[in-house]
């Protein structure tokens, strides 16, 4: 997972990765979240950087007309298996989603109705505040792209906070 790279090379935000490719940056992070763009480094305990070497490389391949594989490979066990975020069902009931905002534990590449699961918990709005939780929105997202919770870091223990608080509720 961790790429090799020499030390005059340039580390890039997705942001940055994104302009530099001249695409959008949702369309960057639909393509990051598929494994279609080039792996990230490890810098600073996270994967949250991209060689600058590596994103031209992959610059000229999109100005030739390649275009990333639609299609979603596999993520690692803990995408499907930890909580990324909350998802508002109705009313006061929370879902848990994984990194492919499927519920926790699902790893297909269809969609999921979740009418057809009993699938929900509420969540107090003590706890969904301490979650991050903004009124009116309808998710809360546990970690994002710069805290991935990587066993033995911070981001983790900060992400095992959040989810001993969702377990106390």
Not at 27 to 38: D, F, M, V
Not at 54 to 61: G, R, S, T
Not at 75 to 83: D, E, I, S, V
Not at 101 to 111: E, H
């Amino acid at each position: 997972m961790e790429n090799q790279r020499t030390r005059s090379d340039t580390l890039l935000s997705h942001p940055a990765a994104a302009k530099r490719c001249g695409i959008a940056r949702s369309t960057w992070y639909r393509w990051w979240a598929r494994g279609a763009t080039p792996k990230p480094v490890i810098h600073r305990g996270r994967i949250v950087r991209f060689a600058a070497s590596d994103i031209d490389a992959f610059a000229q391949k999109l100005k030739g007309g390649v275009s990333p594989p639609e299609a979603e490979p596999a993520l690692p066990a803990w995408c499907t298996l930890l909580p990324y975020c909350l998802d508002l069902k109705s009313g006061n009931t929370w879902i848990a989603l994984n990194r492919r905002y499927k519920p926790v534990g699902f790893s297909t590449g269809g969609r999921v109705s979740y009418e057809d699961y009993p699938l929900g918990f509420e969540v107090s709005s003590k706890t969904l505040k301490a979650l991050g939780h903004k009124e009116g929105a309808t998710r809360v997202y546990l970690y994002d792209d710069e805290s991935v919770p990587l066993a033995g870091t911070p981001d983790f223990l900060a992400y095992a906070k959040k989810i001993e608080l969702l377990i106390s509720t």
